[in-house]
Nanobody, 121 residues
Framework: QVQLVESGGGLVQAGGSLRLSCAASGRTFRSYAMAWFLQAPGKEREFVVVISRYGSTLYTDSVKGRFTISRDNAKDTVYLQMNSLKPEDTAVYYC???????????????WGQGTQVTVSS
């Protein structure tokens, strides 16, 4: 059982930065792939980035060069550093944990409650 709690969302101007955090409970954090998804109003949840338990990463094309995922296994926390934010990045961002790094929402069994990111133009 893993519980995930996101934080760090907020309102920022275009070109600004935010760092999201996702704190996990449980003693098996290091065995999970950790991912971030986003969901904009009226749209389906979309993959953003994942970091495997070994530290390898996969980004969706729209955030490459702007977003960076990292994990601290000692703190049971995964981070998403978001730079050069754009209005189209506006969404609720969700943290997810699963056994394998992939881009499909159905492969992740544990989800946080989400944190709102709003980028103004």
């Amino acid at each position: 059982q893993v519980q995930l709690v996101e934080s760090g969302g907020g309102l920022v101007q275009a070109g600004g930065s935010l760092r999201l955090s996702c704190a996990a409970s449980g003693r098996t954090f290091r065995s999970y792939a950790m991912a971030w998804f986003l969901q904009a109003p009226g749209k389906e949840r979309e993959f953003v980035v994942v970091i495997s338990r070994y530290g390898s990463t996969l980004y969706t094309d729209s955030v490459k060069g702007r977003f960076t995922i990292s994990r601290d296994n000692a703190k049971d926390t995964v981070y998403l550093q978001m730079n050069s934010l754009k209005p189209e990045d506006t969404a609720v961002y969700y943290c997810a944990a699963g056994p394998r790094a992939n881009t499909y929402t159905t492969e992740y069994g544990y989800w946080g409650q989400g944190t709102q990111v709003t980028v103004s133009s």
